[in-house]
């Protein structure tokens, strides 16, 4: 299986990128192809709404030329696309946020019968670290990622959150068995 890693915190050596380690080792170890892309070093700007995305449904159609569009590309290649981040302020890390609003290019006709999406079928999961709890705090993060599946026909292959983070030294051997069984999960239980 391709799997498409996107990694939207900054720090490559932090909370998420240590358990985002941890979950590519096992999916390396299942023998899952793993492509792994740090979004925080990518040239992805904010949707414009301008709509030309789609006038057409066989490719990423996009007038702003930066990085997403090549990005989108790995995205629609992929069989599993994880997306990742650290929690800021309640919500995903600026990055991933504006890459996820670009998304919108990859559907067309949402609410109608002849919706159509670029990933349809596709597994997409979650993960999310944060130094808070999931109660009051993670919540909507994973409200909306549940939300997204729908305009991308897409399928939510798991999610995981690890909350209590303070420094990577700090996480756990729970921790660390809490993110290879989330591999196994998004592999589809392999």
Not at 58 to 64: E, L, S, T, W
Not at 91 to 109: C, E, H, M, Q, V
Not at 114 to 119: I, K, P
Request: proline share 4%.
């Amino acid at each position: 299986m391709k799997v498409l890693t996107l990694q939207g915190g900054a720090r490559k050596n932090g909370n998420t990128a240590t358990v985002l380690g941890w979950i590519e080792e096992e999916l390396k170890r299942l023998g899952h192809e793993i492509t792994s892309l740090t979004l925080h070093d990518k040239d992805i700007r904010g949707c414009l709404a301008c709509t030309k995305c789609k006038k057409t449904t066989d490719a990423v159609g996009c007038v702003q030329l930066d990085d997403a569009p090549a990005i989108l590309d790995d995205m629609v290649k992929a069989d599993l696309v994880l997306f990742t981040s650290p929690l800021y302020f309640w919500g995903l890390a600026g990055p991933l946020k504006t890459f996820i609003d670009r998304t919108y290019s990859l559907y067309t006709n949402y609410h109608q019968p002849d919706h159509d999406s670029l990933v349809k079928g596709q597994r997409q999961g979650l993960l999310v670290t944060g130094a808070g709890p999931f109660e009051n705090n993670a919540e909507p993060v994973f409200t909306a990622f549940g939300r997204m599946q729908k305009p991308h026909m897409a399928v939510n292959a798991g999610e995981l959150y690890i909350g209590s983070c303070s420094t990577p030294d700090k996480l756990t051997e729970e921790n660390r068995k809490q993110a290879i069984d989330f591999a196994r999960s998004l592999a589809g239980g392999n």
